[in-house]
């Protein structure tokens, strides 16, 4: 979630943490206005986050050694709508790999780790593109479709041709496909409540205890509620059902 030139726009990141806790979005709309304090990164966090960036370079390094042209739109250090034309005039000109790939439509903004070029015909020619994002874990996991979604649909905008499949590939270098339009549906609906709750001048949510908990920059406030309201999640080894009951 950030500014440019007075309007917010949202990330892959920002629909995957309203998915997992409405509360962070309130959170980051009250920091885009007010600065909130922010909790110390954990540094297990931020060496996952280095291991991450490390597999990423790594493929992008196995892929060049495969393909005959590609572009990194990172490396020339340019400002989002300057990266967004980039990227269409690389895709315009059929390079095979795009890294780094920004697409824009409306209000979203994303960050593809790579555009593959494919030869299914669209507005751009004989060819189009699909996503592909790199991941350390070995398996699936919801938000990463949630993220390939994202980007697949901001591809199709850009090419005016929606991809037919997405991409991971893992830690291991193993590839997983999926079809675009399995999870469409679903990703639209959770989109549109995202939209209609950024939106509303009252969107409020109470924070819940879930798995980000750990590695949320907000949880120092989370913590702050929680100990103000006397909430039964402070109550040693509860469990989430026993609170609701």
């Known amino acids: 979630m950030q ?31 007010t600065p909130l304090p922010r909790a110390e990164e954990d540094d297990e966090a931020i060496l996952f986050q280095t291991k991450g960036l490390a597999h990423e370079a790594s493929y992008f390094e196995h892929l060049k050694q495969s393909v005959s042209s590609y572009v990194d739109i990172a490396s020339e250090r340019l400002d989002i709508d300057e990266a967004f034309i980039a990227t269409l005039e690389a895709m315009r ?28 015909p669209s507005e751009l020619g004989n060819f189009s593109y699909e996503v592909v994002d790199t991941k350390l874990s ?37 590839e997983e496909s999926y079809r675009y339009a399995d999870f469409s549906r679903y990703y639209f609906s959770l989109k549109e409540r995202f939209k209609l709750s950024v939106q509303d001048k009252e969107f409020l949510a109470y924070p819940e205890t879930c798995e980000h908990c750990d590695f949320c920059r907000w949880q120092n406030l989370c913590n702050e509620r929680w100990h103000q ?12 059902l026993q609170i609701k009951n």
């Open 3 to 33: 500014k440019n030139n007075g309007t917010i726009l949202y990330s892959a990141s920002d629909l995957v943490n309203f998915l997992e806790c409405e509360y962070i979005t309130v959170l980051d709309l009250i920091d885009l206005e």
């Open 93 to 120: 000109s059929g390079v095979e790999i795009i890294y780094q790939g920004v697409l824009s439509h409306e209000c979203f903004l994303g960050h593809a780790d790579f555009l593959r070029r494919i030869n299914s």
């Open 229 to 240: 309201d006397d909430h039964l999640n402070q109550v040693a080894n509860i469990s989430r």
């Open 138 to 174: 070995r398996k699936a996991k919801a938000k990463y479709i949630v993220q390939l979604c994202f980007y697949s649909e901001l591809l199709a905008k850009a090419q005016n041709y929606e991809p037919a499949m997405m991409h991971l590939v893992f830690g291991d270098r193993r």
